[in-house]
């Protein structure tokens, strides 16, 4: 009977089931919705389609006659209230043969059908299709596994559009696409993704023996007695993995807010459902069932798209959580197992950048976490095409999927741990030495001219992705390769005489630059404080001299442009231009300042705070850099996320206090929307947002169009916060590695065996920290010891032996054009000690003598 569906009939004439979908479509139409109106002819279509699937299951076509049935809009409720009182179908047989059709369909990449041959007809009916399983489910309660995997399959060609809510919804807008968006409506529903996800992960109190237990504990006792179907898992991973790949590709190409509203609904509702253990058990599922661990590349869809959405609900948990919360009994990855968890992901990201090959055509673009829409998810400004895309190349906008949100999870994760002591080993957030070798290939082609595009893959992309994941001497070494680069290339321009007072740095070099093109060299007159013009010739030293005696004044908070943490790191004051005219100007010309210094390998005194840094490197600020900016707001936002009460009672609303004092919205209508149990985190995440990187925007802004002028982004996107500032300002050691210093220091008129060289170390090692910076600066106007130690000190450190015959005859000089401390030769190191201290005092320098 099913089979000769497919057939025409014996007088000619369309096949039965194409006449039949052709009639129940006519009927559709004019039917305006409600079970009391169904006219008897669809009824009678409808019943004529039920006596079909009732004897379907076994028929090798079942597969074909489910989609055609379920391809009819709205026809979901109708199947449902014919079966009424009657033997139900066999609806796990017919899911099941409908899930295997579609996956032979999806691997073959057939776009025909029996009933509609194009591909886009095709498409439509499987939207539809889809739109009335949801809504049988929701009616009836179909067998979880069959259902999920035919939606798996379904979901692919279900656009973020299409859901309740969306812009484009219209009230003069198709019945069909009025039914479609009210039977998806469970597909974000926060409730039924809730109660989804805890059916198939078996996280409920009411699905194990024991309700005293975490939802966590409670899904591993059900995986213990094989009650959690891997099936089901994987289906409901792909499901929403592809949703949420669907809405990020929207919110990169139309910068829909919509979208943005559709991601970070089923992100925050799947990360923090069940106490935030849905991480913590899909990492399980993936660690279980997939084989990956081995240096593999998961071949498996089902697999990248469970590793996807694992990464992307810890993101969003990581997002507003502290150190201590990552460490604590509810983190979403248990402490035992957080280094496992680096190790495996990042050969899991080494593997698939070098193995994940992008094919021509395909463009694949970074998330550019700094262009939001005051949301903690990405948006990319830059992107080419739209939500359809992700069908086009499916396989390849998946691996780039994982590989991007996988590489960012890390990213927050190294973060974290970077602002406290004693965390996990610096290789364990390394790449295997495979993927290492490569990149220090990489480097070296580099040094050698421009790299093609695409010459070096897996460095180019573990660049990208995860820089983290290459030792920081590597990536140090390619930056000074491409800075190099760019120093060769300013050569040919003029030099830039700049003529300034001692008295009036920024004012005069402001001036005197204000047109001049920052890539050139500098050359830097001084005026004394009696106007006379200093001796010396500028060969970088009286340069660099220059712009750290104007970071010192600049950067000072006293001066209005810049404000201090409690532990004095600095940042742009947003309210600047009440001590300052033009202060956006002012700070262009700092970030120009900070910028000419990386350009030139300067290290300067200025340290900034870590949420400022991420600005300078494009990245997005997160919940726990609030710690560092308003410890006080911090510690009140941490007890709002523990309140074990009812949070509405504390009367807060989605406001935020600016630094001017007046309120400001953190939603539409704020004022008059309640902080509660279920939207704290959303608010949590809002303030800080607003405050780390909404207020200080437009100061920060203005920095950065200056310090963008001379630093490319692909300089600095390789780097961390913390080891931005090392670049910046030299490292974090404190005091000279003496032996360091004796290895790279050169000689005139002596030598390392002298007993000038020997008394001078011996003098350094004796003093105290403070006084070997002092040091430090007198000899190269700056007090930090350069990136990576001595050896990397441009011009080298040099010691030039002064004959003398009477210990009092003169004091050390130095000329910091050349890193060059004028020595005596004094009788012992003890009063070569005291000498260099009395001259430092002096802070003269150069013209000391």
């Not at 929207?250 to 559709?262: E, I, N, Y």
Request: charged share 20%; aromatic share 8%.
């Amino acid at each position: 009977l099913v089979a000769s569906v497919f057939e025409p009939p014996p007088g000619g004439g369309p096949p039965g089931l194409r006449a039949w979908h052709s009639a129940v479509l006519a009927a559709m139409a004019v039917w305006p919705g409600g079970a009391a109106s169904v006219p008897e002819r669809l009824r009678g279509l409808v019943g004529v389609a039920v006596a079909w699937l009732r004897h379907a299951d076994s028929c090798p076509r079942a597969a074909e006659l489910l989609e055609v049935v379920l391809g009819v809009p709205r026809i979901g409720s109708l199947l449902v209230a014919s079966q009424a009182g009657r033997q139900p179908l066999p609806w796990a047989s017919l899911l099941k043969a409908f899930a295997d059709g579609l996956e032979a369909s999806e691997q073959a990449n057939d776009a025909t059908s029996p009933v509609q041959p194009k591909a886009l007809e095709r498409e439509y009916l499987l939207v539809y299709a889809s739109g009335n399983l949801w809504e049988i489910h929701q009616a009836i309660g179909l067998s979880l596994e069959p259902f999920l995997r035919a939606q798996s399959f379904l979901t692919e060609y279900v656009e973020v559009s299409m859901l309740p809510g969306a812009p484009s919804e219209t009230l003069d807008e198709p019945l069909a696409m009025q039914g479609l968006r009210q039977q998806l409506r469970s597909v974000a529903d926060p409730a039924a993704v809730t109660r989804l996800f805890s059916q198939v992960l078996h996280m409920s109190p009411g699905q194990t023996a024991d309700g005293s237990l975490r939802p966590f504990q409670r899904h591993t006792l059900a995986v213990a007695l094989h009650e959690v179907s891997p099936k089901s898992v994987e289906a409901l991973c792909r499901i929403y993995s592809v949703l949420l790949l669907r809405a990020k590709s929207v919110m990169r190409t139309a910068r829909s807010g919509w979208a943005l509203q559709v991601f970070t609904g089923l992100a925050n509702t799947i990360a923090y459902m069940e106490g935030g253990d849905v991480a913590k058990s899909l990492w399980r599922f993936v660690m279980a069932f997939y084989d990956w661990r081995e240096g593999r590349c998961p071949q498996s869809t089902g697999c990248q798209h469970a590793l996807h959405i694992q990464a992307t609900i810890l993101s969003h948990l990581l997002s507003v959580m502290s150190h201590e919360e990552l460490r604590s009994p509810e983190s979403p990855l248990r402490e035992e197992e957080l280094c496992e968890y680096i190790t495996l992901t990042t050969r899991l990201v080494a593997t698939l950048a070098r193995e994940g090959s992008i094919p021509e055509g395909v463009v694949v673009v970074r998330e550019d976490e700094d262009a939001q829409l005051d949301d903690p998810m990405m948006v990319d400004e830059g992107a080419q095409g739209s939500e359809g895309n992700l069908a086009a190349a499916p396989t390849v906008r998946l691996t780039e999927a994982v590989l991007e949100q996988v590489g960012r999870t890390l990213g927050q994760l190294k973060m974290l741990w970077s602002r406290v002591p004693n965390g996990p080993p610096q290789q364990t957030w390394h790449a295997p030495d495979t993927a290492l070798a490569e990149f220090e290939q990489f480097v070296q082609v580099s040094g050698q001219g421009e790299v093609p595009p695409g010459a070096c893959p897996c460095a180019e992309r573990l660049l990208r992705y995860a820089p983290h994941s290459i030792p920081f001497e590597q990536r140090v070494a390619l930056l000074r390769v491409w800075l190099e680069a760019a120093r060769v290339k300013a050569r040919r321009l003029p030099y830039v005489k700049v003529v300034v007072r001692r008295t009036h740095l920024f004012e005069d070099g402001l001036a005197a630059l204000a047109s001049a093109d920052w890539r050139a060299r500098f050359q830097v007159v001084f005026v004394n404080e009696a106007g006379m013009t200093e001796q010396g010739q500028d060969a970088g030293g009286l340069f660099k001299e220059f712009l750290e005696k104007l970071a010192e004044t600049t950067f000072n908070p006293n001066y209005g442009l810049f404000k201090a943490t409690e532990s004095r790191c600095l940042f742009p004051n947003p309210e600047c231009g009440k001590y300052h005219e033009r202060a956006d100007v002012l700070l262009e010309f700092l970030g120009l300042v900070i910028g000419k210094a990386i350009l030139e390998g300067i290290v300067v005194e200025p340290q900034f705070a870590p949420f400022f840094l991420a600005k300078l490197l494009g990245r997005h600020n997160s919940y726990y850099d609030l710690q560092s900016f308003d410890p006080a707001l911090f510690a009140n936002l941490q007890r709002l996320k523990s309140y074990e009460g009812n949070v509405a009672d504390l009367c807060c609303s989605f406001v935020a206090s600016s630094s001017e004092g007046r309120e400001v919205p953190l939603l539409p209508d704020g004022p008059n929307v309640p902080v509660t149990n279920e939207n704290r985190f959303r608010y949590v995440y809002l303030l800080s947002n607003y405050k780390l990187n909404v207020e200080l925007k437009a100061a920060s802004a203005a920095f950065l169009r200056g310090f963008t002028q001379l630093v490319e982004e692909r300089w600095i996107r390789l780097l961390g916060e913390d080891e931005l500032q090392q670049v910046i300002s030299g490292s974090k050691s404190e005091g000279i590695d003496v032996e360091d210093l004796k290895r790279h220091t050169q000689y005139t008129n002596c030598s390392v065996g002298d007993k000038i060289s020997s008394d001078f170390f011996k003098a350094v090692a004796d003093m105290s920290i403070k006084q070997q910076l002092q040091l430090l600066r007198f000899v190269t106007s700056c007090s930090r010891t350069p990136l990576l130690g001595f050896g990397h000190l441009v011009p080298p450190f040099a010691i030039t032996k002064v004959p003398i015959s009477d210990d009092s005859e003169r004091l050390p000089t130095a000329s910091t054009c050349f890193n060059t401390l004028k020595l005596p030769s004094y009788s012992n190191w003890k009063v070569m000690k005291a000498k260099l201290e009395f001259a430092m005092e002096q802070g003269a320098g150069f013209e000391l003598d």
